[in-house]
């Protein structure tokens, strides 16, 4: 009897990462160990983020949605080819349409929707300032000026609480004070 071993998300994050190091991205997994982005890949000017999960796709779905300001575009990657087909099929015509869905299996990544560009028709991008601060993060990182202690998911103590007390927070990138002069 052969029974499949369910790989972890630790290994589903390392298979899109070698994936993405292929296309000439550099990565980074879990910047700041706070599992906020399970992995950021960068190059030029494009930012991408991908989620990671093993189970619970509505979770990982969630997560991209929340996510996708930070990045030009952002990926799903789900363990098993079943539940990577499901949810691609479930968010066909929807808001989440523009991620990307990834399966991974065996060790290997099969792209069954690729990432798209956010896009407002005829409107001005709310986020690109967002997005150009998180590029200058990332390249402040790969020079080493960014301090050890900053947290990439939000300044340490600012807690904006969406849940109305039921302890679930959501930090935000937005929320960095820059230096003082």
Known sequence: MVTSVRPSEASVVAAAERVLQGQGYRTRVDP?????FDLVAW????????????GDTRTVLR??????????WTAVAVAGRTAATRLEQRT???RAAPIGVWAVHDGRV?????????????MPDPYEGLRRRFRALLQGGEEGSIPS????????GAVRRISHGRRFR???LDEIVPDAP
């Open 32 to 36: 700041d160990g706070s599992g906020y």
């Open 43 to 54: 190059r030029a000017d494009a930012v991408g983020l991908v989620e990671a999960k093993v």
């Open 63 to 72: 997560q991209a949605l929340v996510r996708r300001v930070w990045g030009d």
């Open 92 to 94: 066909r015509s929807t």
């Open 110 to 122: 099969e792209i069954l929707r690729p990432a798209g560009r956010w896009v407002v028709d005829g």
């Open 149 to 156: 202690g900053l947290a990439w998911d939000g300044v340490p």
């Open 170 to 172: 959501e930090w935000r």
